[in-house]
């Protein structure tokens, strides 16, 4: 028996602006675009003004139960009516920021597979070798200059998810155009889908993605190679940026693409960023320089070792050696204190091997440290502690805690927790958004450690100035930049960081900066304008309604 033969019908040209999300207005659609683009009878009869809409769609996401509700009911927003979702999020930032990303996107990509509706981006699995330029082939738009991928095996702090990382391209992506203005038609998210060792998403029945083992070695690699080839050839202006890979694969791939390929990896080098960024502030707000810390890392993966890596080169640029530099910089992973005795190190870690005794416990590292900063990027929750933060604030009058793991589960400490524990001195930030904490008649803004302050004006940077390569100097300097935002009423209120309702013009900043290195160092074939950062500023997406007639 023959298939049935696939119809598409022909729609009329109203319904195809209704289904296009980058065109849709809603009943935003005027009197006469209703008459003359066939949407007459296919609306409500009142028109209503984007403002109104989005204060409509506000106090609907408002009303929702929790987190995973509102996320949903926002992505929703985002597959119909992509200009009055970027409306919102940028007008509404501090507000929409936790539900578009971390924390609830950590809890939407552990039920991402329970909440999929519409896809967004690619699924490339493994079986996909050999065909996946042509698979690429199908993506609708052809000017694509940023593309997040991901293979899902180290989403934030929860470990291998599999194909439900999805969520944190798709959401790293809402935040280049957010906070940095990308045009949203030049993003592109795409899930990498090798299996998971993931026990659950193997057995559960509504899993999306291939319930096998995860693909290692050389066939992996392959598949790795093959993507980057594709995606340089059908999209060669794009920035290819890197997102939650395990420990296994990040430095490696990054080592092996960063000198040949337009990419970064964001969990090592826009978190090292965005920390060395926290700490110049910080310094700036209570005196002392950058040479004179003492940093005890918690962790020692591809986020802690990222941060070591740069601290280091900012130390060298003040006048250090990298020995000496190194020997400032203490990390604890899962077994102990990393020092050279030590013979299960790999070689990333082995660069930062202290000649040392070795202690096994952060407690008892800080005691015989004496650390000016600790810093928290291990995923695991609560390990700074009620004594740990108490041995700061013997050691330091004024205490630097970052408490860096996301989601908020996964954090090292709580806002509160630090400035108690610390007789309200500790400079403090965490990956995930707390609320203002008052103590003792004392109020405190904690600041959010968040990588949008960074990645997208990076981006933006590389996209303005058609860059070829991403270097770490480039991440220095955004470093300076955000530092240099951070104004004396942010640290009045004990924030390290800008507002996110600044973030736009943060990123602008950066972006400036970012491009100024491409031209100074020879990394891009376009001749610096006169006025770069007006060029900068004329190439952010600005989601205000379109009068089509």
């Known amino acids: 028996m023959s298939k049935p033969k696939l119809v598409i019908a022909e729609s009329p040209q109203g319904i195809k602006l209704l289904n296009a999300p980058h065109l849709n207005k809603g009943t935003s659609f005027t009197e006469a675009e209703r008459d003359e683009l066939g949407l007459r009878g296919l609306l409500p009869p009142r028109v209503f003004s984007q403002a109104e ?18 996320y949903i009911y926002l992505s929703s927003l985002q597959d119909r009516n992509e200009k009055l979702f970027y409306r919102i999020l940028i007008d509404n930032m501090a507000e929409l920021m936790p539900l578009v ?27 996909d070798r050999n065909r996946i330029e042509e698979i690429l082939q199908n993506w609708p738009y052809r000017d694509v200059r940023v593309i ?15 194909a439900n990382g999805m969520g944190i391209p798709v959401g790293k992506l809402s ?19 090798a299996g998971t060792n993931n026990n659950e998403l193997l057995s559960d029945a509504s899993y999306i993605g291939l319930q096998e083992a995860r693909l290692r ?37 990054l080592e092996k693409y ?13 978190t090292a960023s965005m920390t060395l960024a926290g700490l110049y502030s910080s310094l700036r707000m209570i005196g002392g320089k950058l040479t004179e810390q003492r940093l005890v890392v918690l962790g020692a993966g591809e986020a802690a070792l990222g941060i070591g890596s740069l601290v280091v080169s900012a130390m060298v640029e003040e006048g250090l050696s990298v020995e000496d530099a190194r020997s400032l910089c203490w990390f604890v992973d899962s077994k102990g204190l990393v020092v050279a005795g030590r013979t299960d190190l790999s070689e990333h870690k082995r660069r930062f091997a202290q000649d040392y005794p070795f202690h096994r416990d952060l407690l008892t590292v800080v005691e015989a440290v004496k650390p000016t900063v600790i810093i928290g990027a291990s995923g695991q929750p609560s390990t700074f502690t009620q004594a740990v933060l108490e041995a700061m604030a013997r050691i330091n009058k004024r205490p630097i805690v970052f408490a860096l793991s996301n989601p908020t589960s996964q954090s090292e ?28 008649g004392h109020n405190f803004v904690p600041g959010q450690a968040n990588n949008c302050y960074i990645f997208p004006g990076v981006g933006l940077g590389i996209l303005a100035s ?50 100024k290195i491409a031209f100074a160092r020879g990394l891009t074939q376009m001749q610096e304008p006169a006025d770069l950062m007006g060029l900068i500023k004329s190439m952010m997406y600005d989601p205000i309604y379109k009068e089509y007639v």
């Open 101 to 127: 990303y971390t924390p609830t996107v950590g809890l939407a990509c552990q039920e991402y597979s329970k909440i999929f509706r519409k896809p967004r981006g690619f699924f490339i699995s493994k079986y």
């Open 466 to 515: 058609e860059a070829s390569r991403v270097t770490d100097e480039m991440f220095t300097a955004a470093a300076k930049v955000l530092d240099k935002e951070v104004s004396e009423e942010d640290f009045i209120l004990g924030r390290i960081y800008p507002s996110l309702s600044r973030i736009r013009e943060v990123s602008a900043n950066i972006a400036l900066a970012v491009a």
């Open 148 to 162: 997040v991928v991901t293979d899902g095996e180290r989403i934030l702090g929860l470990g291998d998810l599999g």
């Open 175 to 193: 935040l280049y155009t957010a906070c940095a203005g990308i045009d949203p038609e030049k993003c592109l998210p795409i899930m990498i889908d």
């Open 258 to 270: 960063r000198n040949n390929y337009c990419t970064f990896n964001d969990d090592i080098q826009g």
């Open 53 to 70: 809409r989005a204060q409509h769609v506000m106090n609907n996401m408002r009303r929702k139960s929790g987190n995973l509700e509102k």
């Open 413 to 440: 400490c709580t806002a509160e927790e630090a400035y108690r524990f610390t007789d309200k001195r500790a400079i403090f930030a965490s990956g995930s958004p707390f609320p203002p904490v008052e103590i003792d």
């Open 217 to 253: 070695g050389e066939k992996y690699d392959a598949l790795l190679d093959e993507f980057m080839t594709a995606s340089t050839k059908l999209f060669p202006r794009a920035i290819i940026q890197f997102e939650d890979f395990g420990n296994a694969n990040a430095f490696r791939l």
